[in-house]
C-alpha cells in the first residue's frame, strides 16, 4: 500500500518541534530505508507511519485512505520490534498465531497460515520451540512472520539489524529483501547503516534533525548527493572535505555558485593523469593494501584526505600532482547545499 | 493508543477501573483509618455503638502523659528494640557471610534457617513457653551445665523481657539472613580479587568492601527490623498466656493499645496510643535516614 | 591445609546455628509423643520412650481444630486469590497505563505502608461493626483482600516487561484486558506466585486481627484457637505441643516444596514493612 505524508509535523508535549514538514510518498510495493544518525528522526517517522505516535499537524495516507487519526491497530500495520518483542511464554508457532488469534480467525485457518509463514521465513522446523531457545537471526524471522500474520498493509522493522552479529546481519538484509519481495507488501525499515540501507533498499530516505535530507535510490543518492551531510553519511570511507581557499579559484569557478568546500570520493582521487578531473598537490603519506583493498593517506595543505585508488607507484612523502574525478567531485555552499557544474544547472 | 498523545478521559477512566477494586478496599480499611484513628485519639467522650462523639480534647494524651503503665510500655518497647534490633544484625550477617563462603548444602543451612520465618508465631511461642519452663523446660536444663540454676524466665518480671528478646531474635533471623545473602551475592567478585592484589586481608576484605558494598541493605534490614520490633504483640500475648509478663512486665505500646481498646472499650486513649505509635516509629525513622546519608554508600 | 581448617569451622559453626534453629521443632514434636509424665522428667529425654500418639488424639478432640483448620484455609485462600487478583489488576494500571492522578494516587497510597497497621485495627473494628460483620469470614478476609504491598511489588516487576511487547500486543490486536492476563500474567508468573505465598504464610500466621473480630469458637482461625486451647487446658504440655504441630506443619510442609518461589518472593519483592 502506498504510504503518503502530507507536510507532517510531530512536536512533543515540551514544545520541542523533532519532525520538520515531512512530505513524501513511498509507492506500493516496495522496501524502502529510514536512515540517519541518532536523533535524526527515523524511529520517530517509523512511528508516525505505524500509529505508536500521532502526528501534531499535517496528514498520512494510506492509499487514498487518511489514517492521521487512526491508532496503530487500525492502520492495520506490522511492526518488528528492535528487540523482537516476541511473547516469551508462547512457541515459535503460538507467537505467528497470536495475531490472527485476536482477529478470531478461525483454528484451522490460522494454523495453516502460520506454518505457511514459518516455511517463508525458514522457522518451519523451530515452530513447538520457546523464542529463548532460538538464535537472534530465527527471533527475528519470527517477528517478521508474526508481523506478517495479519496480512498487513504496511510491514514496519525498527533497527531491524542492529542485534544481530556481523555475518548474520548479511544473512538477515538479504532474508528480509527475499521476504519483501516474495510478499509484496510494502516495507519501511530503520537503520543507522548506510551500507545496511545501500544494500537492501529500493529507495532510502536521509533524515537528519528532523527533516528528509533526500529521498532517492541508492545509486542517485551515492553519485547525487543533495547536501553534504548526505555526501558525507553515505559511503565508506567517509567523504573528503577540503575547504575552497585550498584549492583555488581554477577549482571554485567550475561551479556555479559561492563554494565553501569540496568534497572528494576516496575512490575519485587518483595519481593517475585522469579527465576530467581536478588538480592539486598533494603529499602521500603511505598506501596500505588490504587484500584487495588499498587505502591511502594523502595530505592537502593542512587536510588530511584518504584516497582508494592511489597506486603503490605513488611517490611517497614528495609533493606530487594528484587527480580527482569530476564525477567524484562535489562543492557545498556554507550552509552545505550542493552546488552545480557551472552550465549544468540543476 | 498514541504514545505521544494527551492522556484521553477514555484512558484515564480506564486506568481507574484498574485500580478500582483494590482502591475500595484499600480506601475503606487503610486510608479512612488513618484519619479516622487520627480524629478519635482526639474523642474523649465517645459512644461506639452509635459511632457518636461527645467531647474532643487532648485528654487522652494527657491520659498517656501521665499513665504509668504507659510510661512502662514505651520503656519496655524501647529496650525490645535496641535488645533485638542490633543482636539480630550482627548474627544474620555473620550467618550469611559464613553461609556465603559454603557451596555444599548452603541451600540445606538456608532452608533450615528460614523456617522461623514461616511458622505461626503464637505456636512457636508455646514452644518456648516450654523450653523457658523453670522446672522441666529444656533451656534451665542448659543453664544447669554451667551452673546457672532455675530461672523462672516468664514469672520472674526481671527475666520476661531477656526471655521475648532471645524468641524474637531466634524468630527474626531467617528472614534476615535472606536479605544479606541478596545483598552479598550482589558485590561484584572483582571487588574482593582486586583487594586481595592490593594486599588486603580476610578481615580487612570485609571492612573496606563487604561492609560498605552492603550498607544499602544494611540500612533497609535494620529500617524493617525497627519498625516490626516497635510493633511487638504477638509473641507477648502467647508466651505470657494473653497478659503482658508477670505484672505487666512485658508491656508494650501495642499491647498496651491492645488492652485499652480491646478489654476495657477505651477507645480513645487506644487511638492515642496508637498516633504515639506512629510517631514513635516516625521519628526513629527519620534519624535512621538522617544517620545513613552520612554512613550508606549508594 | 589453613583452608580447609577454616571451611571445617565454617560448616561446625553454621551446624551449630542449624541446631539452634531446628531445636525447637524438635522438641515440640518430641515432646508432642511424650507421656504427661515423661514431659516432666528432669533431666529429659531427647526422645520419647514410646512413640504414642495419644496426645495428638486428645489434643484434636480438645477443641475444635478442624473447624480452625477450615477457617485458617478459608480466610487464607480467599485473602490471598483477592490480593492477588486486586494487586494484578492495579499493578498493571499503574506500570503500563497513563490516565490522570496516577502518580498522586501511587504516592498517597505509597505513604499509607509508613503507617503501622496495629494503628488502623480500632477504626476498622468499629467499621464492621457498623456493617454487623464481626465474627463472620467478611470480617476476616474482606479488609485483606487488597495491600498495596502486594501491588507495588508486582507493579515492579511488570515493569520490567518491556513496553515493546505491550505495543506488540497492541498491534496484534490484543485489549489490555487480554494483554494482561494473556502475556503479562503469565510473563510474570513466578512473581506472582511469590507473592502469593508470602500472602498465604502471613495469613495463616496472622494472630491480632482474627483474636480481635472473632470471639466463638466457630469463626476462629488455627492461631487463635491455639491460643484459646492454651489457656482453656492449662499446662499439659504435650497436647500442647501438639496442637502447635497441627499449625505449624501446614506451612512448613508449604515451605518446603515451594522454597525458591518463597526465597525468590523475599530476594525480589523487598520487605514487608
Known amino acids: ?346 | 493508543m498514541m504514545v505521544n498523545q494527551k492522556t484521553t478521559w477514555k484512558e484515564t477512566l480506564k486506568g481507574w477501573l484498574y485500580v478500582l477494586p483494590m482502591l475500595i478496599i484499600v480506601s475503606i480499611f487503610s486510608l479512612y483509618p488513618i484519619i479516622s484513628s487520627l480524629a478519635m485519639s482526639f474523642y474523649t467522650q465517645y459512644n461506639f455503638f452509635t459511632n457518636q462523639v461527645m467531647a474532643l480534647g487532648f485528654d487522652n494524651f494527657k491520659y498517656l502523659w501521665e499513665d504509668p503503665l504507659f510510661h512502662a510500655a514505651v520503656s519496655n518497647t524501647l529496650i525490645f528494640v535496641i535488645g533485638v534490633v542490633p543482636l539480630e544484625i550482627v548474627i544474620s550477617l555473620t550467618v550469611a557471610v559464613l553461609l556465603n563462603q559454603i557451596k555444599v548444602l548452603a541451600g540445606f543451612f538456608r532452608t533450615i534457617y528460614f523456617l522461623p520465618f514461616v511458622t505461626s508465631i503464637v505456636a512457636i511461642s508455646m514452644v518456648w513457653k516450654w523450653i523457658y519452663n523453670k522446672d522441666a523446660g529444656l533451656l534451665n536444663y542448659f543453664l544447669s551445665f554451667v551452673g546457672i540454676h532455675s530461672i523462672d524466665w516468664l514469672n520472674d518480671p526481671n527475666w520476661a523481657l531477656p526471655a521475648l528478646i532471645i524468641l524474637a531474635i531466634w524468630k527474626s533471623l531467617g528472614f534476615n539472613i535472606m536479605l544479606f545473602l541478596v545483598a552479598l551475592n550482589n558485590v561484584d567478585k572483582r571487588l574482593y580479587s582486586a583487594a586481595t592484589l592490593d594486599g588486603a586481608s580476610v578481615w580487612q576484605r570485609f571492612w573496606h568492601i563487604t561492609v560498605p558494598m552492603i550498607s544499602p541493605m544494611t540500612f533497609l534490614i535494620t529500617i524493617n527490623a525497627v519498625i516490626g520490633s516497635f510493633k511487638v504483640f504477638d509473641e507477648i500475648f502467647s508466651l505470657f498466656g494473653g497478659q503482658a509478663g508477670p505484672g505487666n512486665a512485658a508491656m508494650s505500646v501495642v499491647f498496651y493499645l491492645y488492652r485499652m481498646f480491646y478489654e476495657q472499650n477505651k477507645y480513645g486513649i487506644a487511638a492515642a496510643a496508637g498516633v504515639v505509635l506512629f510517631f514513635m516509629i516516625l521519628i526513629v525513622t527519620l534519624l535512621q535516614m538522617w544517620f545513613s546519608k552520612k554512613h550508606v554508600h549508594y | 591445609m589453613k583452608k580447609t581448617i577454616l571451611k571445617t569451622i565454617v560448616y561446625l559453626l553454621l551446624v551449630v546455628g542449624a541446631l539452634t534453629m531446628l531445636l525447637p521443632f524438635f522438641w515440640m514434636v518430641s515432646t508432642s509423643f511424650k507421656t504427661g509424665f515423661e514431659a516432666l522428667q528432669v533431666p529429659p529425654t531427647w526422645l520419647p520412650k514410646k512413640l504414642q500418639i495419644t496426645n495428638w488424639i486428645s489434643a484434636w478432640k480438645a477443641a475444635p481444630f478442624a473447624t480452625y483448620l477450615l477457617n485458617s484455609v478459608i480466610v487464607s485462600l480467599m485473602t490471598t486469590v483477592g490480593q492477588i487478583i486486586t494487586a494484578i489488576m492495579a499493578a498493571f494500571a499503574f506500570a503500563k497505563m497513563n490516565f490522570h492522578g496516577k502518580k498522586i494516587l501511587f504516592t498517597i497510597l505509597l505513604a499509607t505502608m509508613m503507617v503501622p497497621g496495629e494503628m488502623l485495627i480500632i477504626p476498622n473494628f468499629v467499621t464492621l461493626s457498623q456493617f454487623h460483620i464481626v465474627n463472620t469470614y467478611g470480617a476476616l478476609i474482606i479488609p485483606w483482600l487488597a495491600s498495596f504491598f502486594a501491588v507495588f511489588t508486582l507493579r515492579q516487576s511488570f515493569a520490567s516487561v518491556p513496553d515493546q511487547l505491550y505495543y506488540a500486543a497492541k498491534l496484534d490486536g490484543a485489549s489490555d484486558w487480554k494483554f494482561l492476563w494473556q502475556i503479562l500474567v503469565t510473563n510474570a508468573k513466578s512473581s506472582i506466585t511469590a507473592i502469593g505465598l508470602l500472602q498465604i504464610i502471613g495469613s495463616w500466621n496472622s494472630f491480632m486481627w482474627p483474636l480481635i473480630v472473632t470471639n466463638t469458637d466457630k469463626m476462629r482461625t488455627l492461631p487463635v484457637g491455639l491460643q484459646a486451647f492454651s489457656s482453656d487446658s492449662g499446662v499439659n504440655y504435650p497436647e500442647l505441643m501438639a496442637a502447635s504441630t497441627f499449625v505449624i506443619l501446614p506451612m512448613v510442609i508449604l515451605y518446603l516444596f515451594l522454597n525458591k518461589y518463597v526465597v525468590a518472593g523475599i530476594s525480589g519483592g523487598g520487605i514487608k514493612g
Open chain 1, 1 to 346: 500500500m502506498e504510504v503518503k505524508f502530507n507536510h507532517v509535523t510531530l512536536t512533543y508535549p515540551n514544545g520541542i518541534e523533532v519532525l520538520h514538514d515531512m512530505d513524501f510518498d513511498i509507492d506500493d510495493g516496495q522496501l524502502v530505508a529510514l536512515l540517519g544518525p541518532s536523533g535524526g528522526g527515523k524511529s520517530t517517522t517509523l512511528n508516525l507511519i505505524s500509529g505508536l505516535l500521532s502526528a501534531t499537524t499535517g496528514n498520512i495516507y494510506f492509499g487514498d485512505k487518511d489514517v492521521t487519526k487512526q491508532d496503530a491497530l487500525e492502520r492495520g500495520v506490522g511492526m518488528v520490534f528492535q528487540n523482537y518483542a516476541l511473547y516469551p511464554h508462547m512457541t515459535v508457532l503460538d507467537n505467528i498465531i497470536f495475531p490472527m488469534k485476536m482477529a478470531k480467525i478461525d483454528k484451522a485457518t490460522r494454523k495453516q497460515r502460520a506454518l505457511d509463514l514459518a516455511k517463508l521465513v525458514r522457522v518451519d522446523d523451530q515452530i513447538t520451540k520457546k523464542p529463548s531457545d532460538l538464535s537472534g537471526g530465527q527471533q527475528q524471522r519470527v517477528a517478521i512472520a508474526r508481523a506478517l500474520a495479519k496480512s498487513p498493509n504496511i510491514l514496519l522493522l525498527d533497527e531491524p539489524l542492529s542485534n544481530l552479529d556481523a555475518r548474520l546481519r548479511v544473512e538477515m538484509r538479504e532474508e528480509i529483501r527475499r521476504i519483501q519481495k516474495e510478499t509484496g507488501v510494502t516495507t519501511i525499515f530503520v537503520t543507522h547503516d548506510q551500507s545496511e540501507a545501500m544494500h537492501v533498499a529500493d529507495k532510502i530516505m536521509v533524515l537528519n534533525d528532523g527533516r528528509i535530507q533526500q529521498y532517492d535510490n541508492p545509486q542517485s543518492l551515492y553519485e547525487n548527493p543533495n547536501n553534504q551531510f548526505v555526501a558525507n553519511f553515505i559511503g565508506e570511507p567517509a567523504l573528503n572535505v577540503i575547504s575552497a581557499h585550498q584549492l583555488g579559484t581554477e577549482v571554485t569557478q567550475l561551479f556555479d555558485g559561492n563554494v565553501a568546500t569540496i568534497g572528494i570520493r576516496a575512490e575519485a582521487l587518483t595519481n593517475e593523469v585522469k579527465e576530467p578531473a581536478i588538480k592539486m598537490q598533494a603529499v602521500v603519506h603511505e598506501v596500505l593494501s588490504f587484500g584487495r583493498d588499498r587505502q591511502a593517506t594523502i595530505s592537502v595543505g593542512e587536510h588530511q584526505l584518504i584516497a582508494t585508488d592511489v597506486t603503490t607507484s605513488a611517490l611517497i612523502d614528495q609533493e606530487m600532482t594528484l587527480f580527482a574525478a569530476l564525477s567524484g567531485v562535489y562543492a557545498f555552499d556554507k550552509d552545505g547545499q550542493r552546488l552545480p557544474l557551472r552550465g549544468e544547472r540543476a
